[in-house]
């Protein structure tokens, strides 16, 4: 079990920004929940769900996904009980 199994895209607040970075390319786009949640298959979805289904934005790439929050305009995972 990670952060990504247990938090749900309903769950986060409609203003956080995801970052949606392609492990092929490195393209990155910034998403909200609510935009992720207006695909029918994903409105009760995890985050790994979501990070499974979503693909690169290059209409030539379509690559895999990694998810990520962004905070203060920083990128920082999700580190749960280490500090």
Not at 47 to 63: F, I, N, P, Q, V
């Amino acid at each position: 079990m990670n952060w990504k199994t247990e938090s749900r895209l309903s769950d986060l607040d409609p203003a956080t920004q995801i970052e949606v970075t392609c492990r092929r390319c490195g393209l990155t786009r910034y998403m909200t929940p609510r935009e992720i949640m207006t695909r029918p298959r994903l409105r009760q979805a995890t985050l790994d769900m979501a990070e499974a289904a979503l693909s690169c934005a290059d209409r030539y790439c379509k690559g895999r996904v990694r998810v990520a929050f962004v905070h203060d305009d920083l990128n920082e995972p999700f580190v749960g009980g280490l500090a």
